[in-house]
């Protein structure tokens, strides 16, 4: 375990039965850094985003945040949880709240703010996404696209250290995919550590600092935007470029 | 803090447990300074045991052997309180040692001897044949080609079939003397083979037959106590019998209940429905308000035990889901009236202890409908997305926080329909406990027609009650429905 960095992955592995789709993951992130995760469908990359705050129950191996080890039974996964924002395809917003409730609920729950402080920190995340005036509307109301930048907001409420997006324009209709990565390319220039598992290439290629492509539960191969985008080493690599560019 | 939670709602469980066994009914208790036994006897036994229409023996003319008790309790100096069940039961709890005595016009047979010792018999009760009273049937013989009808089980059933051959009548069989005895008097049948105390009872109060015969196949009444035990208890009933028989007292007693006809209050104008309501509606209110507060403190119980199943039902621990899948199987597959009666009278014997009648009641409908809430809450959070979980745990919400905040509102709201029914459906599922002898609407029933023998109107007049409480019912519940939704 080393402190440098904020994400430390070692030797990770994950089956459902037995069928393993993680067969050994290494990955470090450091601080500030955004890495976005690319690869064909059933490769691992969602799996492997979820198991980085333990959605996901791991086999063997270990996952470090700060230098706490989240498989560990003593490490309290709520208090290491709260430091991680995770950002669903589905967006996954309260039904059953306004959408500055969805964003309050947290902070009011976990850091003992007063309902009057949280809402105005609602306000001012919700502001960051422009969607101020819709603080009380029932979020099903909302198109995906504002719907996934309250999620967004709800998230940072938390103040955490680290982002987790699991394909976050996946669920959306194109002329709102827009609004979304504009949010996140924000939050990347403002030095949140963002781990991304996307399918917008040209996302990737703007605003990652690190490319990782995942195929069949093992990462592939891994580098710098232009290197992945525009020398791939890997057959795989290429052939999954060819299929997802030339479309 | 996920169980500091469970442990809230359990404990608040057993709370209302103990307020369920407070409410329960209380049967007096005397003065210690002379014994006190307690004496099992029917819940209705004409004319041995006449229930008023509350289903207790209070009243005046409550029967042949409640008013024996009462003389010769007085005449012997003991003090008694009645403990009131089916037949049958009362022969178990005999053995059980809940009962120091059983009374409810049980003949002495060989077979009983084995367990119980009789007191002296008080009374010979034999078979006779009764036909309508404008009928011209007065012996066997003409019963030829005939159809005759009988009570199943009764002695006599057992006496009417030993017969049909020789006589050449048909057999047919009823649950309830007052339909059997007006499908005579209507002349559907030609006669009819019963208890010579319990068709005269019939006749005096009204009903429309006359016997024919004298009595056959007489076996003698007596008291039972369990084989060895309460030896003081049986001698005093013996004295008290003896004097009864010596002075007079039993044969008058007999006469008041099996002689005569009919009273005035049975005339034609008093048996039409407006007139059966009046006549019965301080009983029919008790035994509404009973239905309604075994249905309010029983479905609120419901609820509470089936969100405790259903909780555990979803937790991430197995051996809770276990629990709450294994509570929800057995109390949803048994029969409720068989659970009924494992708790009335199996659970006693077990916990050395008596349940009140109100409290096993409420104990029934509370495990028998809170396994079917149980579902209906586990369903109503399983059928939360999972999403909704997985974006309140990630947000680091406590498995508890989760629940409480992002799940069971949402899941609350797709239960509400189903929770509704429920409830009704609880209504109408304590009328199985008049089983057991509570009090509600459907045994205030069977109890006022075992009186009044008015069965077609008096039905109809309860079946109306149901329907209209429930209509009330489903128009509060569609309101609280518009309300949540």
Redesign the interface.
Known sequence: MDKQYKIQVKDLHKSYGDNEVLKGINLNVKPNEVVCMIGPSGSGKSTFLRCL?R?EETNSGHVYIDGYDIADKKTNI?????????V?Q?F?????MSVAENIM??PV??KKMTKDEARKAALHYLDIVGLKEKADVNPTTLSGGQKQRV?IA??LA?KPDVMLFDEPTSALDPEMVGDVLEVMQTLAKQGMTMVVVTHEMGFAKRVADRVVFFHDGVIREQGKPDEIFDHPQHEDTKSFLDKVLNV | MRKHWLIKLLMSLAVLVGFGLVMGRQEPIHAASEPTYTIGTVDSFEPFEIPNNRGTYNGKNPGIEIEMLQQIAKHEGFKYRLKVMSFDATLTALQAGQIDASMGGMSVTNERKATIDFTKSYYDSGVVMAVASNSNIKSLKQLKGKTVAVKSGTSGAIYAKSIANKYGFKIKYYKTDNTMWSDVANGNSAATFDDEPVLRYGIRNGMKLRVVTKAVNSQPVAMGIKKGQNQELLHKLNDGITWMQKTGRMQKLLDKYTKGSASKADSASQRTIPALIKNNAGALSAGLVETLKLTIVGAFLALVFGIVLGVMGIAENKVLTGISSTLIYIFRGMPMIVLAFFIYIGMPGLIGHKIPLFTAGVITLMLDEGAYVGAIVKGGFDAVDRGQWEAARSLGLPYSKALVKVIMPQGIKIMVPSLVNQFIITLKDTSILSAIGVMELTQTGTVIISRNLEGFKMWLIIGVIYIVIITLLTWLSNYVQRKVA
Not at chain 1, 92 to 96: A, G, K, Q, R
């Open positions: 705050n959605l709520d208090l290491v949880r709260q430091n991680i924002g995770m669903f589905h996954n917003l309260f039904p059953n609920l947290a729950q976990l999620a709800r998230a938390m």
